[in-house]
């Protein structure tokens, strides 16, 4: 690959800094419904304390699940270990994600 062709490349739609309409594009839609209504609640405590941390915090935790749900497979097996980390049990195989989510804590 030369240099041009390297520059020419567009950058992922999830790098650093992406706009929160893009992460909320990205995530599964029950999540999506969870990250909207978690960013309106730090834009609501923003609005009163004049500072944006908050904000940035949500969307950057909401923006690497976006990135780790752009691969559903690799998802799963993320979301099941993190169960087994949790109860100390393995997850079935063909349980509902929600469900391993739950177990998860997510």
């Known amino acids: 690959?030369?240099?041009?062709?390297h520059h020419d490349r567009a950058p992922h739609p999830l790098v650093r800094g992406a706009s929160p309409a893009v992460i909320r594009q990205w995530l599964l839609p029950r999540d999506a419904e969870r990250f909207v209504a978690e960013y309106?609640?730090?834009?609501?405590?923003?609005r009163s304390s004049l500072e944006l941390g908050g904000v940035h915090d949500v969307v950057e935790r909401w923006r690497r699940i976006a990135v780790l749900q752009?691969?559903?497979?690799?998802?799963r097996r993320t979301v099941r270990r993190a169960a087994e980390l949790a109860?100390?049990?393995?997850?079935?195989?063909?349980e509902p994600l929600d469900v391993t989510c739950a177990k998860a804590g997510m």
């Open 70 to 75: 752009t691969d559903p497979e690799g998802f």
């Open 87 to 94: 109860t100390g049990e393995l997850s079935p195989e063909d």
């Open 1 to 5: 690959m030369t240099a041009a062709a």
């Open 40 to 46: 309106e609640a730090a834009l609501d405590d923003a």
